[in-house]
């Protein structure tokens, strides 16, 4: 409405210069402005999509093909929710922390113009990461995630996505990894669902 973007079908923001890859903030200030009115409808109608349906049909649960979709079922909450259904395993595909293929795929993305500001880039060591690595973490080396978008949930839940990937791809789960109950049943489960 205040005419920033538009919202996509793959309900997020889409702006002309970002594509959907912005942050949004307000401001609240007494200083008076001239505003232009836009009808609520009219940006939230996913006209800027055309007929383009790209993200809907990447999805990998299908939540986006309503004018609502359930949160709860997005991969994003999903691979950091600390409950994990042995059905849901299976989506996992590899992603370690969140989702955002309804962002990847979107055309839109594809010319948006990247930001410059360095604390949004990709680390190193997270460009191109290492399950074993990662499901072998200590207290030590689960510092350096700590730092990052994907520390906020603990180790244990990075271990624990590192360990469906490790199930996805058929490769071994070392029984060291599984240092706590939660994992070491975490373990078992994948070793059952995957037959390793
Ligand atoms: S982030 Fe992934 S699971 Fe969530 S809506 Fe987008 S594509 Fe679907
Ligand atoms: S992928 Fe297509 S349908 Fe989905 S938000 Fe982007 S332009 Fe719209």
Request: hydrophobic share 30%.
């Given at each position: 409405?205040?005419?920033?973007?538009?919202?996509?079908?793959?309900?997020?923001?889409?702006?002309?210069?970002?594509?959907?890859?912005?942050?949004?903030?307000?401001?609240?200030?007494?200083?008076?402005?001239?505003?232009?009115?836009?009808?609520?409808?009219?940006?939230?109608?996913?006209?800027?999509?055309?007929?383009?349906?790209?993200?809907?049909?990447?999805?990998?649960?299908?939540?986006?093909?309503?004018?609502?979709?359930?949160?709860?079922?997005?991969?994003?909450?999903?691979?950091?929710?600390?409950?994990?259904?042995?059905?849901?395993?299976?989506?996992?595909?590899?992603?370690?922390?969140?989702?955002?293929?309804?962002?990847?795929?979107?055309?839109?993305?594809?010319?948006?113009?990247?930001?410059?500001?360095?604390e949004f880039k990709p680390l190193p060591f997270m460009r191109d990461p290492d399950l074993n690595e990662?499901?072998?973490?200590?207290?030590?080396?689960?510092?350096?995630?700590?730092?990052?978008?994907?520390?906020?949930?603990?180790?244990?839940?990075?271990?624990?996505?590192?360990?469906?990937?490790?199930?996805?791809?058929?490769?071994?789960?070392?029984?060291?990894?599984?240092?706590?109950?939660?994992?070491?049943?975490?373990?078992?489960?994948?070793?059952?669902?995957?037959?390793?």
């Amino acid at each position: 409405m205040a005419g920033t973007g538009s919202i996509g079908k793959n309900h997020m923001l889409i702006t002309r210069k970002y594509g959907s890859y912005v942050f949004l903030g307000e401001i609240l200030t007494d200083w008076e402005t001239i505003t232009d009115e836009r009808d609520p409808q009219d940006a939230m109608n996913h006209s800027i999509c055309g007929d383009c349906d790209i993200c809907q049909r990447a999805c990998p649960t299908s939540i986006l093909q309503g004018e609502y979709y359930e949160t709860g079922r997005c991969m994003s909450y999903i691979t950091q929710d600390k409950k994990v259904k042995d059905e849901d395993l299976d989506l996992f595909r590899g992603r370690l922390f969140g989702c955002d293929t309804c962002q990847r795929v979107c055309p839109l993305n594809k010319y948006a113009e990247r930001s410059h500001i360095a604390e949004f880039k990709p680390l190193p060591f997270m460009r191109d990461p290492d399950l074993n690595e990662i499901a072998a973490m200590d207290n030590r080396t689960f510092k350096r995630y700590r730092e990052t978008s994907s520390g906020w949930r603990g180790k244990k839940l990075l271990k624990r996505n590192a360990m469906i990937a490790l199930a996805s791809k058929g490769m071994e789960i070392r029984e060291e990894y599984a240092d706590t109950e939660y994992l070491k049943d975490i373990r078992e489960r994948l070793l059952k669902r995957y037959k390793l």
